[in-house]
């Protein structure tokens, strides 16, 4: 065996002693606070060889919420884990609202790194020394977290500047974890429920994705100077100016926005400075402009990271999460709230299947009939007055119910929704959002059906009728075709005949044991009784005891079988949850 080849098994052996060693870790903390009996359910411990118990929950741990344990567990689970809990929070698809109200609260707090080992960073990362390229960095952190830690700075032309610097190895970290994730992912793909709308190795995949693109704060540069391209002629938006030359994937400088942090001016209703309804609306300017027109909003606007600027302008920060929206997904948004707006539930439920991904054929029929319910109990108010949050978790739940999966876009859009609507009506409560929202609404039905639009969806209308009106005498000609040449085929499948031929299947497997056991055991005696002829004793041979033993254990098989089929069910996670 070669050199390199020596050392990558070597290296293999050690990160898996590490991998099984950060595992049982893991273990400890979820039987810590509670959650033992999912890893029951997924034997876990038949891996790990040994139950890691670790210590018990107290009485007044499990009196607290599910909810609750849940971010504590993830807390104490380290960064990767805190990471995943704040992106699992912008998620309601996934999780309840009390989750998502928890998780909101999730803090991501590291002890900040030595000045001297951010030099270190900022030198690898940029190539040049930190003291050539700016004239003062402040030793001390602006905020300091698991993945980054962030710094005021001033260039050498004197303009205030932050300057964010990823965590050494932390992508080293985030791979390893998200590597055991999947491992356990796997295991709990056989106990829970949901398994096939949001399958547990599908939501680490897309946690993993998620997170390295974070980690690449070029993709975070490419963000802002998309957001800036955007807002430049909007005088109420600002963006941090992103230095180009002084940025990589591992280090990002942006302009210092001078101003306070939203939380503060929400917390404080006589905060100095500020006109509250003046803020509100270009709030909420700034939120239907990124969703009606750019087709590309913050996904993470919480107070946090918004900046009241002077004259009641914000000030945007933190561009890891963005969404994007095609101008179809726009547009089936519009109808969507036009649709709930008219208490439509056809249109509501053809739109909802429209944007979702159903993981099987639905009943449509009773599909409207629980929308129709829904509505009805907002009949009688207006649109201003319905508690967009609810409404939406309810029409996600049944989508849930249907096996309907949102697509992750409009998951981020609603929890981003929910969270501006929240700042708003803190703002200014007698701002009627359903009117500050109807000329954008109108704008783009406008260009969807405006002729002279090219952009507008009134020419692709044409275009796919055209296309429509060419492919169809060739398409039926085909048909015909295939029907006179015998070549015609149609599929029919049918939920109750699958079920009854694996009920087949099964009888068969039965009866062809019961036939075995049955002649195994004919056959044990006739040896038995062959022993027996001409002597006192009867001696049990031992091809007859083998046949015996074989006999009782296809029968003690089936008849488990038989008993226990149908019986073990699956974890519901969303009951559980609940």
């Known amino acids: 065996m070669d050199l390199p080849a020596a050392l990558r098994e070597t290296a293999a052996v050690i990160q898996a002693v590490q991998d099984l060693k950060r595992l049982r870790e893991i273990s400890k903390v979820v ?20 139950r890691e118990d670790g210590q018990r929950p107290s009485a007044e741990e499990m009196r607290a919420t599910t909810a609750r344990r849940f971010r504590e567990t993830l807390a104490d689970l380290g960064p990767t884990f805190i990471k995943l809990g704040q992106i699992l929070s912008s998620r309601p698809d996934i999780l309840p609202p009390d989750f998502i109200a928890e998780l909101s609260h999730l803090q991501d707090r590291a002890a900040p790194m030595p000045v001297q080992l951010v030099f270190d960073l900022i030198e690898k990362g940029l190539g040049k020394p930190a003291n050539q390229l700016f004239a003062h960095v402040d030793p001390e952190p602006l905020a300091s977290a698991s993945i980054a830690q962030v ?6 032309s004197g303009e205030d500047v932050v ?43 897309e946690f993993r994705s998620a997170m390295l693109l974070e980690l690449d704060f070029e993709n975070e ?17 600002v963006i941090p100016k992103l230095h180009g030359d002084l940025s990589c994937r591992t280090v990002i400088t942006l302009e210092e926005l001078k101003g306070a942090k939203l939380k503060q001016v929400l917390d404080d209703p006589k905060f100095p400075g500020v006109d509250r309804k003046s803020l509100a609306r270009h709030v909420l300017d700034a939120s239907f402009h990124q969703l009606f027109n750019d087709g590309l909003f913050h996904g993470d606007p919480h107070p946090g990271n918004v900046i009241v600027l002077s004259g009641d302008r914000i000030g945007l920060l933190d561009f890891g999460l ?62 201003a007055e319905v508690d967009s949050g609810v409404l939406m978790k309810e029409l996600i739940d049944l989508a849930m119910k249907y096996k309907i999966k949102i697509p992750k ?19 200014d409560p007698d701002l009627d959002i359903t009117q500050a929202a109807l000329p954008y609404a109108k704008q783009l039905l406008y260009d969807r059906y405006n002729p002279g639009s090219m952009s507008g969806g009134f020419l692709r209308v044409l275009l796919q009728l055209q296309g429509f009106l060419q492919d169809t005498p060739q398409q039926l000609s085909q048909i015909l075709m295939d029907l006179e040449g015998g070549k015609f085929n149609v599929t029919v499948r049918n939920e109750e005949l699958v079920r009854l031929n694996s009920n087949v299947k099964a009888l068969g497997l039965l009866l062809f044991a ?16 062959r022993a027996s002829d001409g002597n006192e004793a009867t001696h049990w041979p031992i091809p007859a005891l083998v046949g ?24 519901s996670v969303r009951r559980f949850f609940k």
């Open 31 to 50: 039987v810590r606070h509670g959650f033992g009996e999912i890893l029951d359910r997924a034997k876990v411990w038949d891996v790990l060889g040994r």
């Open 409 to 427: 876009e409009y998951a981020v859009l609603s929890k981003a929704a929910a969270t501006t609507e929240g700042i708003i009506r803190q703002l």
């Open 322 to 383: 963005v969404g994007r929206l095609t101008r179809g997904m726009q547009e089936s948004i519009i109808l969507l709230v036009l649709a709930i707006s008219l208490k439509d539930p056809d249109t509501v439920a053809r739109q909802l299947y429209k944007v979702g991904v159903p993981d099987e054929r639905i009943n449509l029929h009773q599909f409207r009939a629980d929308i129709h319910d829904i509505l009805e109990r907002y009949l009688g108010l207006k649109l």
């Open 548 to 571: 015996l033993s074989l006999a009782a254990m296809m029968f003690g098989a089936a008849v488990t079988w038989t008993l226990i089929s149908g019986r073990l069910k699956k974890i």
């Open 151 to 156: 710094h005021r700075a001033r260039l050498r």
């Open 514 to 529: 019961g036939m075995i056991a049955s002649a195994l055991i004919v056959g044990a005696f006739s040896l038995v009784g």
């Open 163 to 205: 300057v964010k610097v990823q965590r050494p190895g932390i992508e080293e970290q985030i791979r390893s974890d998200t590597d055991l994730l999947f491992y356990l992912a796997r295991f709990l793909e056989g106990v829970i429920a949901e398994t096939g709308i949001y399958t547990p190795t599908g939501i680490v995949s």
């Open 221 to 237: 540069a490419r963000n802002i100077e998309q957001f800036a391209k955007h807002h430049r002629d909007r005088p109420t938006v």
